[in-house]
């Protein structure tokens, strides 16, 4: 099957400043990514649709100036916390849309993020 | 819009025993998909299971099985002696045709106890 990565598993930082999480398909190409957050104890939560080459289109409720996405090139898609704060301690997974007869999905491992 | 309701948030049971996860879903489309997820403590989505709504032979996978019902709108889970190594949270999805977000349901969280 298609394999996710993501950048780095677990970060650790301080209030105030910026983190940035990659996600890379590794085995083909997505003009689609997804990132998503999940709380403790919650189901995961779409936070924005990533699209090679155009902007990505935010989930309601989502900070589009807090939460920065890039997807340069159709295996790499970035999420950058910007002006981190606790409240955005959350474990961020993505996903990586395939093409083909139906639209298969193909999750990363996670990040845990953790602001002081 | 759709909607995934899996109505157990927890569930433990002793090894060996058998356990269903319920799963029950709303869709006005005529062609869906549907996922069960597998979340170990290391947080990782595990894919489990995908079935297509003209698809509703039950299907067996080792000591997973799942019973899909287009009149009930129900995809259930159904793990047969359960092992340690079950526990997890497990999350049923539906997708429908031509979509690319997927819609999961808040979770189950299995506890098999030694």
């Known amino acids: 099957g298609a394999v996710v990565s993501q950048h780095p598993s677990w970060v650790i930082c301080k209030s105030g400043t910026s983190v940035k999480i990659e996600c890379r398909s590794l085995?083909?190409?997505?003009?689609?990514m997804f990132w998503y957050r999940q709380f403790p104890k919650q189901s995961l939560m779409l936070m924005a649709t990533s699209n090679e080459g155009s902007k990505a289109t935010y989930e309601q409720g989502v900070e589009k100036d807090k939460f920065l996405i890039n997807h340069a090139s159709l295996t790499l898609s970035t999420l950058t916390v910007t002006s981190a704060h606790p409240e955005d301690s959350s474990f961020y997974i993505c996903?990586?849309?395939?093409?083909?007869?139906?639209?298969?999905?193909?999750f990363g491992p996670g990040t845990r993020l953790t602001v002081l | 819009a759709q909607k995934v309701t899996q109505a157990q948030t927890e569930i433990s049971v002793v090894e060996k025993e058998d356990v269903t996860l319920d799963c029950v879903y709303e869709t006005r489309d005529t062609t869906y998909y549907l996922f069960w997820y597998k979340q170990p403590p290391s947080g990782e989505l595990v894919f489990l299971i995908r079935r297509n709504s003209f698809d509703e032979q039950n299907e067996i996978s080792g000591r997973y099985s799942w019973n899909f019902q287009k009149s009930t709108s129900s995809f259930n889970f159904t793990i047969t002696a359960s092992q340690v190594v079950d526990s997890a949270v497990y999350f049923c999805?539906?997708?429908?045709?031509?979509?690319?977000?997927?819609?999961f349901g808040q979770g189950t969280r299995l506890t098999i106890n030694p």
């Open positions: 085995d083909f190409q997505a003009t689609t």
């Open positions: 996903s990586a849309l395939t093409s083909g007869t139906y639209n298969e999905q193909f």
């Open positions: 999805a539906l997708i429908r045709r031509g979509a690319q977000k997927l819609v």
